[in-house]
Structure formats: structure tokens, C-alpha cells
């Protein structure tokens, strides 16, 4: 057990710590758990007694060793030395984890001025601490911490913590020096044409690259840790002026109604501040590219980045959002309007395809062409089993080799799905297994998939067709139109954070196809943004100008 696990009656830490002294509720003048009361050393002293720093450094000394167990941790390094001034010689330690502080940082920036620069200085009437904090530290950010319990956290996260006899306060650098990967290229959403950045897993440098887009002064980024042991950071990023406040209140109060000790990633917060768990399509948007991110906060909509995880969540999201691409901003408005109609083309494919061809088949002989009937029960005299369960088992084979080329290494990834898929729909046919028409009917609606913008997406439709393919052979084309009607209904009676899935298209009439950029004059009626004209209904000046020349 660990002592700052049970510190959990006071505010949580932010990703830098505040300039000002911190207050604690008054809660936090008990001992905090029985754990102290049964292991620290001195139980009379004061900051075993408010949970405070002491002005007494061996006071703060044996609680920070009780408090991280620095016997048993071998990464945490705890350097005592001495700040030597013009008049006196005052003792101090410090405290980092190797591995997530910078200790060039701490050598040059704090232990070098407070060991050597001080001997120049006189106390006079001002306080040690603010002579310390003003003259000696010139590491930025860094500020004064009275509270134990946010000072043992922001050192679990990286910063470096200064202790000095006399002083009520913990001098706390953030020094912040792990390891991470850096700016790399998107993967999951990578396009020809547009840049090629995408957000890694430390939360600053990705605010950073937000920023970096919009320029815009009224662009907010607040610090909302969630987890009551892992205090992962969570940035909710908004425009100020634009982004709609009721959207705002709600995403910031259901991250800070979260309650579970650890959060990991972005897909953790995804599932906890959804309205349904079960809705088979996104209610949230990820992305890995900050300026699809800049975009939709230019539009009004609120983006979360949580620390570790290199995908940002974009809330709300609606039917407008699903065909969406990257690629849409980069290329010309024809080029767009193409690639869209071939995603939503691929994607009604996917959903429908397989179970109109078993309704087809079993149900509507007479929708099919004479000879094109007579084809298919040729191919299906020697087939031993029922086309339905021919169906299910080859598009179930194709979802093998989909999850396999995922976890194999590239590259054999790329080589295991084309042999897997040649291999396997040949052998099926040769073995008499599956007919070349079904094969064919498989291999379209796995491409229709693929074909979709996301991955999210594109699994949904992969577990959706299976419900149609069930609904078409029970009851043919009646059970598909009372698939597509229950399905309808259930959008129209869905929203993601308050706006209704489906009122882009039902109540503000937005287009399905991309307009031109000179016509995108407003932000998305939907969201009820507190601008909605993102530019003036004239926006290429130029063109007035040639007429009247």
C-alpha cells in the first residue's frame, strides 16, 4: 500500500501546477487513512496532523519517505544538500522518479543555482521562501505547493519537488522527462494530400499541435484529471465565443463524474461519457490527426486529448459526421463529392448486399433473370449446405482474416490477407463448399467495408450485416425494410450529448454531399453554436471585383 493512494478527499493534480498557493478542503485536516496512523514515525507532527507542509525538514523528510516508500522504489531519487547564502547555510532535499524528470533540467536549473548562486545573497526582511522562489529557481514553470497530497502527485507525474528547512512550502519544477514517441505521420487516417502530422501520446505536445492550427487566442484547453489513483490528465479543448456553453457544462461534468481509480486512454473515456454502450455506430469521433481536431473545434464542437493515448475524442457526433473523410478538406469539391459517394456506395453495400442476395435467393425468385437463376442453382447442385449457413461461414472467414492481418506483423500482414483471401475462396470453391457467386458476394461487401472513413464504422457494419442477413432469411425483403425501419427509429431516438443523431438531416436539412468551401458560410445549426457564421456570405471579394472590371 502507498500513502498518496489514500489521499483522495482533496483536489486532483493538473498537468502543471498551479501559481498560487493551494487551498485543501477542511477534510483534509485529519490523518487521511489508518495506514499512516499505524507506520509513520512521528504521529505528533504537523504535517502528519493537517496534511500541510512543515517548516521542519525532518518532519516533511520522514513523511515523504513514508509516503513513497523509498526504501522498496529504486527509481525514485531523493538528493539532500545544502543552499548555501552570503550569511547562512540552510539544509534542503529534493525528490524525482528517474525516468520521468529531466535530470539535466535539475542539475543546471535548480541544484546548481541553489547550491552556488546563493552565496552572493543576503535574507534581509524578505522571507527565505520568496527569496528561494524569486532569485535562486530559474526553472519555469515552478511554484509553491503547500498541500502534501498535491505535491506527492504532481511528483508521481513527473515534476521535481524542492524541500527547504524553514520554509512552509515545497518548491515543485515541472521537469517532466520521459520518454515518448514524437510527432509522426497518421495511420489509421492518412491522406495524400493533406498534412502529415498526427497526435502522439503526451498531452502537451498535442494541445501544442492544436494550437499551432487555429492561432486563436479564445481557444481553451482545461485540465480535468480523471481517475481517483492514476490522475490521468484530460484536456477539454473549446472555442470560447463560439462553442456552444451547454455542450461545454456537459462534457466537463461527465468527465468529472467519473469515478474508477485508473483511466488509461481515450477508448476508456469514450465508454464512460457515451450515452449508450450498445449503439452500434460512433457517438463519439477519434481522430489521430490534429487538423481534422482544429476543424471541428472551427465548427463548434468540443475535442477531449487524454494522456497516453494518441487519439482525440470529438463530441458530439452525428449522421453527418459517418462519411466523412480526411481526405474531404484536401482535394477539390468534385474530387470530394466522388470519394464520398463511393464511401456511402460501399458502405450500403456492406450493410445490405449479403442479406438482399439470401432474400433474393430464397424468397424473390422472380426479381432475378431467368438465366441468372439457372446459373446459380448450377453452381449449387453438389453444395452440401444451406446457402444461408454458406453465407455466414465465408463472411465469417473473411472476418478471421480481416482480425488476423491486423495482429500479424506488416509485413506479413498485407501478404496473409490477399494469399488468405485467394487461398481460402478458391479452396471453397474447389472443395464444393461455397458457390463462386457467394464468393463474389462476400469479397464486394468486405471491400464496402473497408471502404467506410473509419474503423469504427466500418466494424459496424461488419457486425450489422449479420442482423440483415438473419432478417432476409426469415422473412425476405419484408424482413430487411423492417430491419431498416426498427434501425431508423432507433437513430431518430438517439444523441450524443443532447444533439439528436439524425436532426443534421431531419431538422437543418445539411447536405449529404460536401458544398463548395465558398458556400460553408455557417457552423453546423445542430450544435447551436454561439456564432454560427463562420465566414461572410461574399468570401471571395475577388470575384465582385473582375465583374465590375
Known amino acids: 500500500m502507498n500513502l498518496r493512494n489514500f489521499f483522495l478527499y482533496s483536489e486532483k493534480p493538473s498537468m502543471h501546477p498551479t501559481n498560487t498557493e493551494d487551498s485543501s478542503p477542511s477534510s483534509q485536516n485529519n490523518p487521511p487513512n489508518s495506514y499512516i496512523k499505524n507506520n509513520i514515525q512521528n504521529k505528533n507532527s504537523y504535517t502528519y496532523q493537517t496534511g500541510k507542509v512543515s517548516r521542519s525538514l525532518a518532519e516533511n523528510l520522514d513523511f515523504i519517505n513514508d509516503a513513497f516508500e523509498t526504501s522498496k522504489n529504486f527509481d ?19 525528490i524525482f522518479y528517474d525516468g520521468l524528470s529531466n535530470k539535466e ?10 547550491m552556488a548562486k546563493g552565496k552572493e ?3 534581509g526582511k524578505a522571507q527565505l521562501e520568496d527569496t528561494i522562489y524569486e532569485q535562486l529557481l530559474s526553472q519555469a514553470p515552478n511554484t509553491k505547493l503547500s498541500d502534501m497530497k498535491t505535491i506527492i502527485d504532481a511528483v508521481s507525474f513527473g515534476n521535481c519537488a524542492v524541500f527547504v528547512d524553514g520554509c512552509s512550502c515545497a518548491f515543485v519544477a515541472d521537469i517532466k522527462g520521459w520518454s515518448s514517441r514524437s510527432v509522426g505521420r497518421p495511420v489509421a487516417e492518412a491522406v495524400l494530400s493533406g498534412p502529415q502530422e498526427a497526435f502522439c501520446e503526451s498531452v502537451m505536445p498535442n494541445i501544442a499541435l492544436v494550437r499551432k492550427i487555429l492561432k486563436d487566442p479564445n481557444l481553451i484547453a482545461e485540465n480535468i484529471p480523471v481517475g481517483n489513483k492514476s490522475h490521468t490528465p ?5 472555442i470560447n465565443g463560439i462553442t456552444n456553453k451547454t455542450l461545454v457544462k456537459t462534457a466537463r461534468k461527465r468527465l468529472k463524474s467519473i469515478h474508477l481509480d485508473y483511466v488509461f486512454s481515450s477508448a476508456d473515456i469514450e465508454l464512460l461519457i457515451e450515452e449508450s454502450t450498445v449503439f452500434p455506430l460512433p457517438l463519439l469521433l477519434k481522430t489521430e490527426r490534429p487538423d481534422r481536431a482544429a476543424a471541428h473545434l472551427a465548427n463548434g464542437k468540443v475535442v477531449i486529448i487524454v494522456q497516453g493515448s494518441p487519439f482525440a475524442l470529438i463530441l458530439p457526433a452525428t449522421a453527418s459526421d459517418l462519411p466523412e473523410a480526411a481526405e474531404d478538406n484536401y482535394v477539390r469539391t468534385f474530387e470530394a463529392n466522388f470519394m464520398r459517394f463511393i464511401r456511402i456506395t460501399g458502405s450500403l453495400l456492406a450493410l445490405f448486399l449479403p442479406g438482399f442476395f439470401i432474400s433474393t435467393v430464397l424468397y424473390h425468385h422472380e426479381s432475378i433473370p431467368t438465366d441468372l437463376i439457372i446459373a446459380i442453382e448450377a453452381t449449387r447442385e453438389q453444395m452440401p449446405f444451406p446457402i444461408v ?5 465465408m463472411t465469417l472467414a473473411f472476418e478471421l482474416i480481416k482480425e488476423a492481418a491486423i495482429r500479424v506483423p506488416d509485413p506479413i500482414g498485407s501478404t496473409l490477407g490477399i494469399v488468405g483471401g485467394l487461398i481460402l475462396g478458391q479452396s471453397a470453391v474447389s472443395a464444393n463448399i461455397a458457390s463462386p457467386l457467394l464468393i463474389i458476394i462476400v469479397s464486394i461487401s468486405a471491400l464496402g467495408a473497408f471502404a467506410a472513413p473509419s474503423t469504427a464504422i466500418s466494424r459496424a457494419l461488419s457486425f450489422l450485416q449479420f442482423v440483415f442477413i438473419a432478417l432476409g432469411a426469415v422473412a425476405g425483403f419484408l424482413g430487411i425494410a423492417f430491419g431498416i425501419f426498427l434501425g431508423l427509429i432507433y437513430l431518430a431516438a ?7 443523431y439524425l436532426s443534421p438531416y431531419t431538422k437543418n436539412k445539411e447536405k449529404l454531399f460536401v458544398p ?3 458556400r460553408r458560410e455557417t457552423r453546423p445549426a445542430t450544435l447551436h453554436p454561439q456564432n454560427i457564421r463562420k465566414q461572410p456570405h461574399i468570401s471571395r471579394k475577388w470575384k465582385g471585383e473582375d465583374s465590375q472590371e
Open 234 to 238: 484530460c484536456a477539454l479543448m473549446y
Open 389 to 393: 449457413l454458406e453465407l455466414i461461414i
Open 121 to 123: 545573497l543576503l535574507l
Open 494 to 500: 438517439s444523441k450524443s450529448f443532447g444533439v439528436p
Open 105 to 114: 533540467y535539475i542539475n543546471r536549473d535548480i541544484l546548481a543555482p541553489l
Open 516 to 518: 463548395p468551401l465558398w
Open 76 to 94: 525514485l531519487v531523493m538528493r539532500k544538500f545544502e543552499i548555501t547564502l552570503k550569511a547562512a547555510t540552510i539544509d534542503a532535499f529534493l
